[in-house]
């Protein structure tokens, strides 16, 4: 897969949007959700991957995931660092890769994509963040956390009260997408073109 600049740019872009909706809660405290910030990182993971396609969707997830491994605090009310990788909720941040991959494969299979396609890829993206999410979750806290009493079925009731904001965020995502799609496809046809055929 051949990147050019504007493919880096449109990557490096969403690093940094996955970065800033991490931490929204800091200039919007009213989304706290008790001790819980909710944040824009299933929007905008899933947006990445319908937006840049499978690949370079997963890239910048991949990219986002390491740079906040390597210190820099772009996770979570500002956390960074391999202590994350023993922290409850390091699934969903593997989650938006695969999510991003997910979402952007099903817009890339239709090449013509219609309404219900982007409806589709979106909610199929946000199926994989709470699956892989969850999961990681219900591990973590079941063993090396060492909670007492945790089921899976539990943690998915956990999760309940964070699904109406993520589900009304996907299908934003769905109604704008096709606008701001058509706009970056003419931008990169070359890497549009090659996508499907890859």
């Known amino acids: 897969m051949k990147l050019r600049t504007l493919d880096l740019t449109l990557a490096s872009l969403f690093v940094a949007l996955m970065a800033i909706g991490a931490n929204i809660t800091n200039w919007i405290p009213a989304l ?8 824009l990182q299933t929007f905008f993971c899933i947006l990445a991957g319908i937006l840049l396609g499978s690949r370079l969707g997963a890239i910048s997830m991949t990219v986002y995931a390491l740079i906040g491994l390597a210190g820099a605090p772009v996770f979570a ?3 960074g660092g391999f202590d994350v990788l023993v922290g409850p909720t390091f699934g969903f941040i ?24 982007f409806f589709a890829a979106a909610f199929a993206g946000l199926i994989v963040n709470y699956v892989i999410g969850t999961s990681y979750l219900y591990v973590a806290l079941s063993t090396w956390m060492g909670v007492k009493g945790v089921t ?4 998915w009731q956990g999760m ?39």
């Open 152 to 155: 899976y079925l539990g943690t």
């Open 160 to 198: 309940l009260p964070f699904i109406p904001k993520d589900a009304f965020l996907t299908v934003l995502t769905a109604l704008i997408a096709p606008r701001i799609f058509k706009a970056v496809s003419k931008s990169r046809p070359a890497s549009y073109s090659s996508r499907k055929a890859a």
């Open 77 to 79: 009310k500002f956390s």
């Open 94 to 117: 593997v989650s938006f890769i695969l999510a991003a991959y997910a979402a952007g494969k099903i817009v890339e299979l239709a090449g013509k994509p219609s309404l219900a396609v």
């Open 32 to 39: 706290m959700f008790g001790k819980v910030p909710l944040t």
